[in-house]
């Protein structure tokens, strides 16, 4: 593949790069209930069905929980489909979160990331999609508006992967990504369509003997997910992982494939390392909060300090070998946190990345830091002091705390 | 009983294998509904009530059949008759 040249630049929001991903990737179905910080994504693309620039069948449903199952229809019969969703929005599609990834159903779903009643709060935090991490979905987080629109273009290729075939969530932190204007560098509608593709199905033995494509079909009639009981669910769910198996191979192939025709690559798609190779204190981060993190990186490596960032792309499927051999050599390491674990000793990132480490030849001191939950701001100033803390432990060679709420008033 | 398969072998996401033709669920039931004649006018409200499509209509002999190889014995035929002419009993077809 030659390297796109009529890429365009302009300015987008974080929603508005979702959407305009979404436009671009040919989708068949969507179908949606609003809810804020997503409102503008599904807002934006019902403006390019009115105006006849999609041809994608725009379905107004009465709860989230009807959106999911709407798409999960729609995609059973080989459409590609799309939604968004946030905060309880997401909490009410748990039941059908879980059908759609037994079912197989490759639906890429945005989530603007927001913080969980009670009491209510629109702003970002991770609380939302960190608590569907057991739900069988591919969950990618973006650093930026411009990582939201190639994400969202590479979630279908990675969603409709034969071997993959498992719903793909892309979260961007809601507000500080979904509602903030940048600069986004789009591709031309062709060059987006001809990566993306048309859906493969793959094909499935029948009831009836036969084999055909995986999908609904009055011609080859199948049932998808009815029944298994104790006899074969084990089964099915057994294959869901060997699924997110495949996933761990396919999005660091399509992060190559794009870095080829975009010139932009996000680490390897699993994980992006960043001034790690011989970092001493190092802070692993998922999400916008990482730019932030970049430059603190930067300022305290002209003061001599060897400080470095590992940026979580892909939380799920776990980077397992990436994180391991990323993080092992570094001395000192917090693991940051946009939502808690209540009781549970610490947030979700933390309590995996720890458990990484524990097969490590070498491992670090790991500590938690729970931040900018329900928006609250995380200030350089703040997260300086993270690697300031680092710099403590790496001097004394003891961990004080193991758990730190940042910017929270004690 | 067919040897059960592995994972491997299995279509995804609960594909079904075979055909529910196969699978009586008549053996489920408890009460079994029986029709009295004498009281049953074929208005064929039961066939239409029947969740499982066990009670058919053949047009060809004028007459209405029950398949117990697939009733549940739910009761809901003798629950909608107009002229109570399905009685539920405990006894066997």
């Keep these: 593949m030659t390297k796109a040249m009529n890429q365009q630049r302009t300015a987008l929001n974080g929603d508005e790069a979702v959407a305009y991903a979404a436009k671009q990737s040919d989708v068949d179905v969507v179908a949606a209930f609003p809810i804020t910080p997503q409102t503008i994504i599904v807002e934006k693309f019902s403006e390019y069905v009115a105006n006849g620039e999609v041809q994608t069948e725009f379905v107004c449903t009465e709860s989230e929980h009807s959106a999911l199952a709407a798409c999960l229809a729609a995609s059973a019969t080989g459409a590609r489909t799309f939604t968004a969703s946030a905060s309880a929005g997401l909490a009410l599609m748990h039941e059908m979160l879980f059908v759609a990834s037994g079912c197989r159903a490759p639906i890429v779903m945005a989530i603007a990331n927001r913080a969980l009643s009670a009491p209510l709060n629109i702003h970002g935090d991770q609380s939302d999609s960190m608590a569907e991490r057991d739900s069988g979905w591919v969950q990618i987080y973006v650093e930026n508006a411009q990582e939201a629109y190639d994400s969202i273009i590479q979630a279908f290729r990675i969603a409709e992967d034969v071997g993959v075939s498992l719903p793909v969530i892309v979260g961007l932190d809601g507000f500080t990504l979904s509602h903030t204007l940048e600069n986004v560098t789009v591709l031309s509608d062709d060059d987006a369509l001809k990566f993306v593709g048309t859906r493969q199905l793959p094909n499935v033995l029948t009831h009836e003997g036969k084999s055909v494509p995986f999908k609904l079909d009055p011609e080859n009639p199948m049932t998808m997910g009815p029944i298994a009981l104790t006899n074969y669910y084990f089964e099915f769910k057994r294959q869901q992982e060997e699924a997110m198996k495949n996933a761990l191979e396919m999005i660091q192939k399509v992060n190559v494939e794009y870095a080829e025709l975009t010139g932009r690559s996000y680490g390897n798609g699993l994980v992006e390392p960043y001034r790690l190779e011989d970092a001493e204190v190092a802070v692993v981060c998922v999400g916008s909060t990482s730019g932030t993190l970049k430059t603190i990186v930067d300022a305290l490596r002209q003061d001599g300090v060897k400080a470095g960032l590992l940026r979580l792309r892909t939380f799920r499927p776990l980077p397992v070998e990436a994180l391991r051999s990323a993080l092992q050599n570094v001395k000192a390491l917090a693991v940051m946190d946009k939502s808690m674990s209540f009781g549970g000793n610490g947030g979700a990132v933390y309590h995996e990345v720890r458990h990484v480490l524990y097969d490590a030849e070498a491992h670090p001191a790991v500590v938690n830091y729970i931040y900018g939950l329900g928006g609250r701001d995380s200030s350089p100033r703040e997260l300086r002091r993270v690697y300031e803390d680092l710099l403590r432990i790496l001097k004394s060679g003891r961990v004080e705390k193991q758990i730190t709420y940042l910017g929270l008033r004690e | ?93």
């Design chain 2, 1 to 93: 009983m067919s040897r059960e398969k592995s994972w491997k072998e299995i279509a995804p996401a609960g594909v079904c294998s075979k055909s529910s033709v196969g699978f009586m669920t008549g053996d489920w039931k408890t009460y079994t509904p029986v029709r009295d004649l004498e009281k049953c006018t074929l208005c064929l409200t039961c066939v239409m009530f029947c969740p499982d499509g066990a009670i058919r209509w053949r047009p060809d002999l004028g007459k209405i059949e029950f398949d117990y190889e697939f009733c549940k014995g739910c009761g809901i035929c003798a629950n909608e008759c107009p002229t109570k002419a399905i009685k539920m009993s405990l006894e066997q077809e």
